[in-house]
């Protein structure tokens, strides 16, 4: 490689076409508005920028490497459809205010894609949770059987992670709402500037307030990287489940075939090796966090060129998580669920022992008495190799003489309807919840 090449980020920012040329576009405009410029120079530039994004989106554009970036690129090109008017267009501006605007521009259109496909997971998950409302499944504490819940429920404490998701994703939005264009190198701008014309013409809600800020603050970029981390480890944890759920010791549920693939050796299998990338992708998403912490950390006051370090760990993040999202989408709404299997064992090994125990409380007996003799009931069964449901009358009794009949009316769907308070499993709650969170999508249809 040529040492020439150290300082290109051609490659990567090119990306930021879009939003570079909208800019450029409005700045122009500002820049006949305020007389800087005359209104037939300010005409040819902007039906000039057109005509590259035009090459752009045709593969057409000259590309050359020897320019560096992305903002000399098009300046070049625009200068050779419209000649020396092209030079105009800097006029007022530093590539430290422009790569900022393109930057906060591009992450307010990555938020936007990002809560909508976020919100289309939580519709798959609704969906089903909608179509197997009432199945009682096992839930798990130190991944051993512990209660009974609604299969619901358990997708519905997914939506309620993603729902925080939506929420952070949506406070960064805040933060890159914020005009730096006008800022200039660092100091601000010697020629007339209408930056609240430049943050309608770019849709703006805010106008930075300090040039040497705007020109060093990467926090925008920062706080999308942490909440796709974030985002990305909740990913990671429902891949964990559907591995462990779609594996013959579960055998809760099946994947669709588009998201399972064969062993190079081992005919019979069926890996889930998506839910299993997604895993594995958790940690190069952290891994572009830190790394962009680590770019800022020491940075004084204003602009380096270490900051050309924040896009490409910023835009594999972007890549990764919504790619990640869609593919989540997939699995959910293609997976099926052994019903028989999973109401099976929602009351297998004991796990009706807290039900027992408020049974006794029932009767009087003080809450952590009624703990012991259950555990001392449990540990009897499972000598016995029995299930709490195989035991008889007698056998409850030699434990305490507060068992009657009453206590094989315990069952899985009992035990989940008594969690009958806010936010608890009872099947009222579950519905209710579900039909809260289907209005919630769709009074949120623009995604933003």
């Known amino acids: 490689m040529s040492i020439s090449h150290y300082t290109v980020s051609l490659h990567y920012d090119r990306r930021l076409y879009r939003q570079d040329i909208a800019g450029s576009i409005a700045h122009a405009r500002m820049l006949a508005r305020a007389g800087t410029i005359t209104g037939e120079d300010a005409d040819l530039i902007v039906d000039g920028l057109k005509r590259v994004r035009q090459e752009i989106e045709a593969d057409s554009f000259p590309w050359d490497t020897s320019l560096e970036d992305l903002h000399m690129n098009i300046e070049s090109r625009l200068h050779q459809l419209i000649g020396p008017a092209a030079g105009r267009l800097h006029t007022g501006r530093s590539r430290n205010d422009q790569i900022a605007l393109d930057m906060r521009m591009y992450t307010k259109e990555v938020i936007d894609d990002t809560v909508r496909a976020l919100r289309g997971v939580q519709r798959a998950l609704v969906a089903r949770g909608q179509e197997f409302r009432d199945v009682v499944m096992p839930g798990y504490t130190h991944m051993q059987r512990a209660q009974p819940v609604l299969f619901a429920h358990h997708l519905l404490a997914y939506f309620q992670m993603f729902e925080r998701d939506i929420d952070r994703f949506r406070d960064c939005y805040k933060r890159a709402d914020v005009l730096p264009l006008g800022s200039g190198a660092l100091a601000g701008v010697t020629y007339p500037t209408d930056r609240e014309f430049l943050a309608r013409e770019l849709n703006f809600s805010g106008i930075s307030a300090n040039s040497m800020d705007a020109v060093s603050d990467r926090d925008f970029v920062l706080e999308y990287l942490a909440s ?168 409850y009794r030699r434990f305490s003489p507060h068992f009657d009949q009453e206590v094989f009316h315990i069952t899985a769907r009992s035990s989940a309807a008594a969690r009958d308070n806010i936010g608890g499993t009872a099947p009222d709650r579950v519905a209710k919840a579900l039909n809260q969170a289907e209005k919630l999508l769709e009074e949120d249809t623009d995604g933003h």
Request: aromatic share 8%; with cysteine; charged share 25%.
């Open 228 to 395: 796709g981390a974030t985002c990305m480890m909740h990913l990671s944890r429902m891949g964990e489940e559907l591995v462990l759920w779609s594996s013959r010791e579960f055998g809760f549920i099946r994947l669709a075939e588009e998201f399972t693939t064969g062993s190079s050796i081992m005919p019979q299998k069926r890996n889930p090796d998506f839910a299993e990338l997604a895993r594995g992708k958790t940690g190069r998403v952290y891994g572009n966090l830190m790394g962009l912490l680590t770019v800022m950390k020491g940075l004084p006051l204003t602009y380096n060129r270490d900051l050309q370090e924040d896009k490409e760990g910023f835009f594999d993040t972007v890549d990764t998580l919504l790619a990640t999202l869609e593919v989540f989408q997939g699995m959910l709404s293609g997976l099926s669920l052994d019903v028989k299997r999973v109401t099976s064992l929602a009351a297998a090994s004991y796990v009706l022992a807290t039900d027992v125990a408020d049974y006794l409380v029932g009767k009087e007996v003080p809450f952590r008495e009624a703990h012991g003799i259950v555990a001392e009931l449990c540990r009897y069964a499972e000598s016995q190799g029995k299930e709490l449901e195989d035991l008889s009358l007698e056998d």
